[in-house]
């Protein structure tokens, strides 16, 4: 047991050491696995194992290859009840080692390729944080303009009456603050989703250079650059609207009478148009200018 141990060990550093590697030139060569962001990668691997792996158990459980009398220890040797277990639980053991490799070799090809952080959803937060330290300074007073915005309305609610203009006031508050959080949000995204293309443009405008020496008309460069972008574009707003979509439907159907209660269906209608409306408004703002640049820089010099 323990020399199969040692000898898997020492196969699993040397698969490391020779990862990406091939006899041909000896470069670094890397999958397309390899080039998605490290978490959505080791996501990927975890749930290609688990879910095969849930599944495997449980159709073993529902078979009954797996019960109390499966193994059973005799004489200090361990037995199965049926052949059946033995073939399920190998077969499982080996598809965990085969994900497993799987798993630390993409790794491994990431950290020699210098990317398993720089392609990383957390390097993106710890740069969009540092984004915002070093424009604090303009963040503070996008904050202070808000806050007279709202001291103003403040005391125009409180000059038509009191109670109920306090509580006006504050429908006001965070009603605007949602909007504005939710504009903000969106511009932050379509800000990363449009300088990811424009930093990728230097590798995009050999790979069009190509292109155009193999023949390739210019205008069919255009639509590609517009196919391109749209997919970059256009999937995450589409997701986000799918999620949102079924957050509205649930909150329409589970909360409908505290809606025409307190709020309004209609009401509530208007404020989710005005969202989509700032969020196409955005989209097709963003979407044209990275075109316009990413169009420039990818051009004949």
Partial sequence: MILAFLIFFASVVWLVVIA???????ELHLYKFDRCKTEIGAAAVIFAWFV????????????????QETFAVGNGILSYET?????????LAVYTCNMFLVGILSLARRIKAGIAWKNSFLYSVVEFV??????????????VLYLAY?????VAYLASGWPSAFWSFVIFIVQTGLIYSAIILFVICFTILSLQQLSDSGKYRYRFQVLRNMGV???HIRRLVVKQLGIWFGVPVMVALLISSAFILFLFIGFSLQIKTYIGGWKLLQQVGTILLILFALLICYFTSTWILFRKSISER
């Fill in 20 to 26: 990406g590697r091939t006899e041909r030139d000896g």
């Fill in 217 to 219: 008309e210019e205008n």
């Fill in 150 to 154: 709202a001291a103003v309305h403040w």
């Fill in 83 to 91: 052949f059946f277990g033995m073939i399920g639980f190998g077969g």
């Fill in 52 to 67: 095969p792996s849930l599944l495997t158990v449980l159709f073993m459980g529902a078979a009954g290859i797996i019960s």
């Fill in 130 to 143: 540092k984004l915002l330290i070093r424009n604090a300074r303009h963040i503070a007073k996008i904050i």
